[in-house]
């Protein structure tokens, strides 16, 4: 299988002037009420961060024991203390985010991958992971795909001497009636990442958190440095998962299908071919000559994703941001010329 470059992320794509529809994350910054959470932690920031009142926040949030959470800096620290773990035989569920897997590899493990296909939509099926893998690592939703997995598919891969770990970055977006958040606390050999980058506009600020079994987490947090989680993102975590969080959680999930349906609706009508029934906030497309598009709408103005760094997938790809309306309608017009201009 050709290597592709793990360490490429959205970020890379964009650019001064350009529309960024290359970076997942819904908001260009953190709303007005987050804004002034995080300008009040600044008063604290000659203290050390402590964790205990973000901890107890997203125990209360899941309904959990304090012991089955930890806080980490952004979700793909996570990835970077699962690799730390003297794993046999860890598998990748891929397209998929790619840092676990960049992490596995830099920790020195050998990684195998299961490649989803595109004829059945990327679909899941538990039986054709290796029953060996002592380690699994699955999104759901999946970045870059946007497919949603019936909890019961992820589930499936369960089985004694195995750990699944569940990316659920973009769950508080779609049916959360599919997370495995709730179970993991008291689910043996289960773990489920959450990120507060993608909704809440923190990438910047590095907010997110893993749940598990009380001795699981114990285990990662032997290995995680002292203050990973700096006093802003302790803050904004308090503040995401309370009340005023789940306010703007709801909003951002009920503006989220319309900007889908029309994305999809946009690059079908131009041509592109998109896989169906996205639910995290982008679309995932293909045109046989994707490279070159992706190139002439930059000089129009737009940046977006580049598939052929995600591990099954290649250049004939795009993933796409779902943005408002207008911003959907300007990326139509420079479709269009750009498509005119293809050599």
Partial sequence: MPEVDLLHHGDREVGDGLVDLAV??????????????????????????????????????????????????GAAEAFTLLARLPWRRP??????????????RAA???????????????????????????????????????????????????RPGRLVVVDEAFMD???????????????????????????????????????????????????????????????????????QGEAHRCAVADHLPRRLSYLTRTLQAAGLDVVAEPVGPFVLASHDRADVLRERLRHHGFALRRGDTFPGLGPQWLRVAARDEATTDALSNALTTALQELP
Avoid: I
Avoid at 52 to 73: F, G, I, Q
């Fill in 24 to 73: 997942n994350v819904q908001a260009p910054q953190p709303p007005p009420w987050l804004l002034d959470v995080l300008t009040g932690a600044l008063a604290h920031a000659g203290a050390y961060p402590d964790q205990a009142a973000a901890v107890a926040a997203v125990a209360r949030a899941y309904r959990c024991d304090p012991a089955s959470v930890l806080l980490t800096n």
């Fill in 91 to 104: 598998l990748m569920v891929h397209p998929q985010f790619t840092e676990p897997e960049a992490a596995l």
């Fill in 108 to 158: 020195g493990h050998s990684v195998q991958r299961l490649v989803l296909s595109r004829d059945n939509g990327f679909r899941l099926d538990p039986d054709a992971v290796d029953p060996a893998a002592d380690l699994v690592v699955v999104g759901n939703p999946t970045n870059p795909t946007s497919r949603l997995h019936p909890a019961e598919s992820v589930a499936a891969l369960l």
């Fill in 173 to 243: 977006v779609t049916d959360q009636r599919q997370s495995l958040a709730g179970l993991a606390p008291t689910t043996a050999g289960l773990l489920v990442v959450r990120s507060l980058t993608k909704t809440f506009g923190l990438a910047g600020v590095r907010a997110g958190h893993l749940l598990a079994a009380p001795a699981l987490v114990a285990d990662l947090a032997a290995h995680q440095p002292h203050w990973s989680v700096n006093a802003l993102a302790l803050a904004a975590t308090v503040a995401c998962v309370g009340p």
